[in-house]
């Protein structure tokens, strides 16, 4: 029975520091296709992968402003042209009538595609990634720290990346299997 193709290595560091150190050396040296894995947000880390801030916040207030628009018109034209009411002799068109459900309808809206544009950019929900399985990884949402080197990646000779990788001084090494 053959094994599945290899998918990386995997290196696990026990700090934050020695895992953005090793970020940047993988950068130095070249590295293109690398992920790196920790319990919680390590800005540094984040600066070294070259991970720009993710544009939720303007899909959010692109969203909202839609929506605003999408609502407001429809009460408008609602108000104006279909169901004329004339309501203590105020106007038909009047705009802060409009207002509450114009505000609510963005906030909706702004929630919604907020939610949907994070999951989509983080490419989720994703069920299964070979990273899950190596060796030890579990503790990343725990207490340790992982560098991926991708085999996709120009660079990578396993022989040749896991000595690169050594040389970083992690806790261990491990192959990552495309299960």
């Known amino acids: 029975m053959s094994h599945p193709p290899p998918y990386g290595l995997m290196a696990e560091f026990s700090g934050a520091e020695a895992m953005t150190e090793a970020v940047r050396a993988a950068r130095a040296a070249g590295w293109a296709r690398l992920e790196a894995y920790s319990p919680y947000p390590v800005p540094e ?3 070294a992968l070259g ?3 993710a ?3 303007y899909i959010a207030l692109a969203a909202a402003a839609v929506g605003a628009a999408i609502s407001a018109g429809a009460a408008w034209y609602v108000s104006v042209h279909l169901y004329p009411v ?3 002799g105020r106007p038909l ?3 802060p009538v409009f207002m509450p459900t114009t505000y609510l309808v963005a906030i909706l809206w702004a929630c919604a595609a907020a939610l949907i544009g994070m999951l989509a950019l983080n490419g989720l929900p994703r069920l299964h990634h070979p990273a899950f399985f190596a060796r030890g990884f ?3 949402s725990e207490d340790r720290f992982f560098l991926f080197l991708s085999a996709e990646d120009p660079l990578y000779d396993t022989e040749e990346t896991a000595r690169f990788l050594r040389g970083l001084a992690p806790l261990r090494v491990s192959e990552v299997r495309s299960s």
Do not use: F, L, M, Y
Request: proline share 6%; aromatic share 6%.
């Open 45 to 47: 880390a984040a600066e």
């Open 51 to 53: 991970v720009s801030a």
């Open 55 to 57: 544009p939720v916040g």
């Open 86 to 88: 004339n309501v203590g």
């Open 93 to 95: 068109n009047a705009w």
């Open 138 to 140: 579990q503790r990343a």
